[in-house]
């Protein structure tokens, strides 16, 4: 997304509108993906030298459960953007695209899980256990456990 620094007037523009989300360059990504439009909210502003761009963004996508590995939709959310362009008298246009996509990726949650209640897989066998159950032992202790127990009678 570029901003034309020639037209934006003394006090400032107002920019509202939206990026594909091919500019988060997901291809690679294991755990985010399927990014909807880079929502904006901007307002940019000369400065004597420089170009102020401040506002939100917002995107809907895909992230991996770190419990279950499934993928779920989510939003993330950036209602801080705040970024200083070197723009001299002459300056044509300033190209944001790559602080929007650093910003949004610095704002993905790095351990999301798909609910609160997620159970997660089995450590073991790998069932998903929020959709199945398993004959796993749950826990590591409870064999010995009942060893203590057999020794007790
Ligand atoms: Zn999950
Ligand atoms: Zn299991």
Not at 97 to 123: M, N, Q
Request: proline residues 4%; negative net charge.
């Amino acid at each position: 997304m570029k901003i034309l620094v020639a037209r934006i007037p003394e006090e400032g523009s107002h920019y509202n509108g939206d990026v594909p989300g091919e500019i988060l360059q997901l291809e690679d990504d294991r755990f985010v993906r399927n990014p909807g439009d880079v929502k904006y909210s901007l307002y940019a502003q000369r400065v004597s030298d420089e170009l102020i761009v401040r506002g939100s963004l917002e995107v809907e996508l895909d992230l991996g459960c770190a419990r279950c590995s499934e993928f779920f939709s989510t939003r993330v959310t950036v209602s801080d953007f705040l970024r200083a362009y070197s723009a001299p008298e002459g300056t044509d246009s300033v190209d944001i695209t790559e602080d929007l996509r650093e910003e949004i990726l610095l704002h993905v949650p790095g351990f999301a899980v798909c609910s609160e209640e997620c159970k997660g897989v089995c450590p073991q066998c790998g069932t998903d256990l929020n959709t199945g159950s398993c004959a796993c032992k749950t826990e590591e202790g409870s064999g010995a456990w009942s060893a203590l127990d057999g020794l007790n009678l």
